[in-house]
């Protein structure tokens, strides 16, 4: 904006104070200035790790995730065998089945074969026989008749079975007069069958049994009291297996 000076009418006459006048019209504003260039710093020093910060506080609990997919089998594991469980409860019986069809009879088989195995004893007394003590095994003098393999001891009256099955024993032991009498027969020292008398005439004290024997067992009579006999065997003890077991 220019100032313009006001001109007095009077070119001699000055005018002492200079008086200034409206504001003009603004100018039309210039173009811009071409940018400065300024030059680039250099970078600072790299500065030193803060201090490490409070753990902040758990976080809510997130949403249960899919189910994932099944994994492969794994390798059988090697351990001792468990042991046995409980014994479980009985089940219900089943309906009855259906009768079946009557089908033709088998053939006849072959005839099994008969065991050749025999056992058998008959001993006698041929004197008369006073036992040193009560219940003594009464011994024998004679075998009448002995199956082959048959064991039987003569000197303590003893039979001892080696082939087990069902036997049948029997005895008959003479009472003189004026004494009692009283037999057992024993198998493995206890008493099968017993006899007496208790008189002072005679008597033939007599019983039998019927028993199984197996391996080993031993059979003996066992008396308390006078045993009388003579040649004529008033006095014996037989046995004989019956069938095998």
Not at 3 to 14: C, H, R
Not at 71 to 87: R, S
Not at 90 to 109: C, I, S, V
Not at 120 to 137: E, L
Request: aromatic letters at 6%; proline letters at 7%; charged letters at 15%.
């Amino acid at each position: 904006m220019v100032a313009k000076t006001a001109v007095s009418p009077d070119p001699e006459m000055t005018c002492n104070s200079c008086c200034q006048g409206p504001a003009g019209i603004p100018g039309i504003p210039g173009s811009n200035g071409n940018h400065g260039q300024g030059l680039v710093g250099s970078p600072g020093e790299a500065g030193q790790p803060g201090a490490k910060g409070d753990m902040g506080s758990d976080g809510l609990v997130g949403e249960p995730g899919a189910k994932g997919d099944h994994g492969q089998k794994g390798e059988q594991g090697v351990g001792q065998p468990g042991k046995q469980g409980p014994q479980g409860l009985h089940g219900m019986n089943g309906l009855k089945g259906e009768r079946g069809e009557p089908r033709p009879a088998g053939q006849t088989g072959e005839a099994g074969e008969c065991s050749t195995r025999r056992s058998a004893f008959t001993a006698v007394r041929n004197t008369a026989s006073s036992p040193p003590s009560s219940w003594d095994p009464l011994p024998f003098e004679e075998l009448l008749f002995s199956e082959e393999g048959t064991d039987f001891k003569l000197n303590n009256g003893t039979f001892t079975c080696n082939v087990p099955g069902v036997y049948v024993l029997m005895f008959s032991v003479y009472k003189s007069s004026g004494e009692s009498l009283y037999v057992q027969l024993r198998k493995n020292g206890n008493s099968i069958v017993s006899g007496g008398v208790h008189d002072a005439d005679n008597h033939q004290v007599s019983s039998s049994a019927v028993i199984p024997l197996h391996y080993g067992d031993q059979v003996h009579l066992a008396v308390l009291g006078q045993v009388y006999s003579n040649s004529n065997h008033y006095t014996s003890f037989t046995g004989f297996l019956l069938y095998e077991i």
